[in-house]
């Protein structure tokens, strides 16, 4: 029994029962949509409503975060798909709920090693520069429903060719549908708030108004579609009753061909709920555990492929609307699905005449809010390089497809990293009059003794960077011939691989053979276990000081042979 459900009390039920009616009215239009986007079959969204969700309750640590459909994992399980099947096809939806469920065992795999820290390998301008190009791509994936045209394509180029090839079958009424409903959402959004504030409602209940809005208008579009026999495409008929249990058949061939992809759906899939899950804990103030996030997540997924969904993740707007509706636990999760379940046992036949024209454009509107421009003007002003990076993975999107954009995303970061951290920044220390510090002289108006010469190496030394740090040390040393004693100072060393060491051992040896001491200072404590154990100190020409000002008062004053740390 999850924790929460152990210290549950009675006085958060209505509470949680009113967050858990809002949450109804958001993902009935929004499962139908993503599974739209997904290229399945109506009711797939709404299977992927139930189980999931009651999985994530049982084994994740937010109490208000939405997991379901989702427009990223959407549009990545139709990427990966396709080619392999016909879209809407039984062998298609069968492909997608195996991609659920892999995705969800390697989040599993990954849990029970404790691999929870993997959120870290995409860089901020990885993330930006992909959402930005997957809600373009989202966009335009929309265009055969928005215009009522047959288009197809993986990549922007691809879709944009086909819908300029069937523009001649333009659906007029698709079309004018598209735009009214467009037209009521960005008025919704933009005025409903306001309104109904000036009539008099709270700021709270505003808010939940208008971020239910678009069913409202998927309504009026089933609404316009069943009175005015507008000859559009429509959800039509949904099957009755609860998702099956049923395990997807596996196709090894199929595996091969979409391992990459379920890869990448599982890494953006955590990533991007594990951001939600962090900002909503910090208003709560609150912790969530990474690898307990997912292990929730896998388990969702797997749900989700064993009841015929597709994969899901967490929905930043869905969990801020359950949190704004007054959520207290994850009951409130649990009894949305109870709710889906309902609907799906009674009320079906009223989703039959829902134009998927209007689906489509509350996809569109839904994913514009992805594009945050932000993080690619801050990244322009701070460092023009996670620019590159993130323009570079938004072209990738574009033109690569949702799956190479993310490898080659991550690719980009880690070069980038190991090319900052391959040539670190070395200060030249000197003494600043009057106090006990040591700052760059090229910074600050310092004093220097001449036969010791202080460095500060501002970075871990590891084999991609301790040639670079060798070779300056060299040069420096060369340029001050009357150097007796070199001394390096550590405290921005945070470790030192085994090739460092080597490079440390090296330069130890090289130095004595000039007559020159080589003395550490400011070591981390575990940076000096490591070197202990090692036998460097042993080796070492100079001694280990506790701090720059000690080492310098002992090395100038030419009696530091007496005094070892």
Known sequence: MPEWLRRYRLTDLPHDLVASATLLVLLVPQGLAYALLAGLPPQAGLYASIAPVLVYALFGSSATLSVGPAALPSLMTATALAGLAIPGSSNWVGLAAM?????????????????????????????????????????????????????HGATAWEILVSLVNAWAGLNKAALMLSVAALALLLAGKRWTRPLLQRLGMQTKHADLAAKAFPIVVVALGGIAVSTLQLGVRVVGHLPQGLPPLAWPNIDLQAVQA???????????GFVDSFSIAQSLALKRRETVNPDRELLALGAANAAAGLTGGFPVSASFGRSAANELAGARTQLAGVLSA??????????????????????AATIVTAVTQMIDLSVLKLAWRYDRRDAVVYLATFAAVLLLGVVDAILLGVALSLALFIWRTSQPHLAVLGRVPGTEHYRNILRHNTHVVPEVLAIRVDESLYFANIRFVRTRLIALLRERSETRHLLLVLS??????????????????????????????????????????????????????????????????????????
């Open 99 to 151: 991609v659920a469920l892999l995705s969800g065992l390697l989040r599993l795999a990954l849990a029970g090693l404790k691999f929870g820290f993997v959120a870290n390998f995409l860089s901020q301008s990885v993330v930006g520069g992909f959402v930005a190009g997957s809600a373009v791509l989202i966009v335009l994936s929309q265009s055969p429903h928005l215009f009522g045209v047959s288009v």
């Open 258 to 268: 979409i391992l990459p992809a379920v890869l990448a759906i599982a890494l953006v």
């Open 492 to 565: 921005a060393v945070n470790a030192i691989d085994v090739s460092a060491l080597q490079g440390l051992r090296e330069l130890n040896q090289g130095l004595l053979e000039q007559r020159v001491d080589l003395h550490l200072a400011e070591v981390k404590g575990p940076v000096m276990d490591l070197l202990k154990q090692s036998g460097f100190l042993d080796e070492l020409s100079g001694i280990v000081h506790l701090s720059t000002y000690t080492a310098m008062q002992h090395l100038s004053a030419d009696h530091y042979t007496d005094y070892v740390i």
């Open 338 to 359: 109870g709710w889906m379940a309902l609907v799906l046992l009674v009320f079906t036949d009223l989703f039959a005449s829902l134009p998927l024209a209007v689906l």
